[in-house]
């Protein structure tokens, strides 16, 4: 589902700064594209499906503001090479970089002894080389103009285990040790760098897992879902946006480190 934003200029958050989007052609990624978009930032987004980024770009330049799309694989080497290139071609120095990209376990889930090492290896580095990576890229020009927000998408299984996801778990543990690592290094760059840690949303990654999980325990979809949170559901990929917004406004210059959960009570129980 949309959700309709409209920017109003003088109200602008982000007005005329640059971010950059990874994964951003579905699900997270797009709605937080179009959320920092409605608070007036000129956009490079990234993804693997040209279709819908090209949509998106449609949609993103009808709101008044520029948006680069840019169709890359992030499990190729030089990958992050070429994206960065093109989206600071476009637009200059980035000021905001929100690393969403990220790759799931529940297409192949298996226990440990039996994990596939090639899918391991794909999986943490799209989860967490990459992130580092475009952060390596970002920060020259941030401490230089001592500004910069970068905004790691990591998830609740970043603070527990996953069942049969030992990859994905792991990779994102380790975002949030890149995360606080970069917090303490450029906390005096006016630089901030943090986390947003989703329980379970509705995406077609997170769709998997649903199914595996009710499969598993002999539910239904819906049965699970209920049962899942606090809340009784998911959440919309448009409720985890407007927190990425506000972290990456000048407003939250003083929260860097941080891991906010963002789960619907998940963890609470």
Same mark, same amino acid.
């Given at each position: ?26 699900? %997270?990624?797009? @709605?937080?594209? *179009? ?12 993804? *693997?499906?040209?279709? !819908? ?12 503001? =520029?948006?680069?799309?840019?169709? $890359? ?7 992050? !090479?070429?994206?960065? %290139? ?43 080389? /990459? ?17 910069? *927000?970068? %905004?790691?998408? @990591?998830? /609740? ?11 994905? @778990? $792991? ?7 890149? /995360? ?6 450029? $906390?005096?760059?006016? %630089? ?11 995406? =077609?990654?997170?769709?998997?897992? /649903?199914?595996?999980? @009710?499969? *598993? ?16 559901? =998911?959440?919309?990929?448009? !409720?985890? $946006? ?28």
């Amino acid at each position: 589902m949309k959700t309709n934003y409209s920017t109003k200029e003088g109200r602008m958050k982000l007005k005329d700064q640059t971010a950059l989007v990874t994964g951003a052609s579905r699900g %997270i990624g797009e @709605a937080i594209a *179009r959320a920092l978009a409605a608070e007036g930032a000129h956009i490079a987004i990234t993804g *693997r499906s040209k279709a !819908e980024l090209e949509t998106l770009q449609e949609e993103l330049g009808g709101m008044g503001i =520029r948006c680069e799309s840019i169709v $890359a694989d992030l499990t190729e080497k030089g990958a992050v !090479e070429k994206v960065w %290139i093109q989206a600071t071609k476009a637009f200059g120095p980035i000021d905001i970089l929100v690393n969403n990209a990220g790759m799931g376990s529940s297409a192949k889930p298996m226990p440990v002894v039996d994990y596939d090492d090639a899918f391991w290896e794909t999986l943490v580095y799209v989860n967490l080389t /990459v992130p580092y990576l475009f952060s390596k890229k970002a920060l020259p020009s941030m401490i230089a103009r001592k500004y910069g *927000r970068i %905004i790691m998408t @990591a998830s /609740v299984n970043s603070k527990i285990g996953l069942l049969h996801g030992a990859a994905y @778990a $792991a990779s994102k543990h380790g975002l949030l040790g890149l /995360v606080r690592t970069l917090a303490i290094e450029t $906390a005096k760059e006016g %630089i901030t760098v943090n986390a947003i840690c989703p329980g379970p949303v509705r995406t =077609r990654m997170n769709n998997l897992r /649903v199914e595996y999980e @009710a499969k *598993r325990l002999g539910k239904s979809v819906a049965e699970f879902e209920t049962d899942l949170t606090p809340i009784g559901r =998911r959440l919309e990929p448009k !409720e985890v $946006a407007p927190l990425v917004v506000y972290l990456a406004g000048r407003e939250a210059s003083v929260i860097t480190g941080q891991a906010f959960n963002i789960d619907g009570g998940f963890l609470m129980i």
